[in-house]
């Protein structure tokens, strides 16, 4: 049962451009999420985070948004640039101890 | 900031032989350590908390007759793959405590286990 899904596998952007990384959750018991960013090997690194009270959190190029309603969150970067090629992960947590429901990931490739 | 570092990277073995993968926390102390394994185009889906000190805590579906977790000391813990079989071949990463919080995780590195 895949709680955490994230249905697009890889997206390519031109530099500059915006890229929208989507992410859905099923578990209504979730009330944090976050994005970490792998590159290949290496283990995934903290990005941005979001608690259910709010719906949108921003950190210089990267911004979160969070539509409960919908469960589904997105992260948007702007403006893309060829170092945020990697692999995006989303993550929710139920309550501050529990542990981090992943998703699939989306590989993103920024391009010149 | 707090690093862990885990070794080796990437591992071949052949089917019945057993692997060990270490995980150390280089700049602190890790009480807890978590243990995820990701199949290809899959999630990282989390095998095992293990705590200093203590018998590690399985996830439902882990075997713990071969997933073997020693957390000796606040700074190693280690994932020994026993009697290892094709089917065990996947992505094992590591993560610390380093924080409080869903924030207050670190990760290593990863291994990629080819079982063979």
Same mark, same amino acid.
């Given at each position: ?5 994230q249905?697009? %596998?890889s ?6 451009? *915006?890229?929208?990384? =989507?992410? /859905?959750y099923?578990?209504?018991? !979730? ?12 283990g %995934? ?7 259910? *009270?709010?719906?949108? =959190?921003? /950190?210089?190029?990267?911004?979160? !948004? ?12 702007? %403006? ?6 990697a692999?995006y992960?989303?993550?929710?947590s139920?309550?501050?101890a ?15 | ?9 990437w ?13 150390r ?65 996947s ?15 670190t ?10």
């Amino acid at each position: 049962d895949q709680q955490v899904k994230q249905n697009s %596998p890889s997206l390519s952007v031109q530099e500059g451009r *915006i890229s929208i990384l =989507n992410c /859905d959750y099923t578990n209504s018991m !979730f009330d944090y999420f976050l994005w970490y960013k792998k590159y290949p090997a290496e283990g %995934p690194t903290f990005l941005i985070s979001i608690s259910s *009270i709010k719906d949108k =959190n921003e /950190d210089g190029r990267f911004t979160v !948004f969070l539509n409960k309603s919908a469960k589904h969150l997105s992260l948007h970067i702007v %403006p893309s640039q060829p170092g945020d090629s990697a692999v995006y992960f989303c993550a929710a947590s139920a309550g501050t101890a529990s542990k981090l429901t992943f998703g699939t990931g989306t590989r993103l490739q920024v391009t010149l | 900031g707090a690093v862990v570092s885990q070794h080796p990277s990437w591992v071949i073995c052949k089917s019945g032989t057993s692997v060990k993968i270490e995980c150390r926390s280089l700049d602190f102390q890790a009480t807890t350590m978590f243990w995820y394994r990701q199949f290809p185009k899959q999630s990282l889906m989390l095998m095992a908390t293990s705590n200093e000190g203590s018998k590690a805590t399985y996830e439902q579906g882990v075997e713990k007759d071969k997933f073997l977790i020693n957390h000796a000391s606040l700074t190693l813990s280690t994932l020994t793959v026993t009697s290892a079989h094709p089917e065990d071949s996947s992505f094992y990463i590591c993560s610390a405590r380093t924080g409080t919080g869903p924030t207050g995780y670190t990760f290593g590195s990863g291994t990629r286990l080819t079982v063979v």
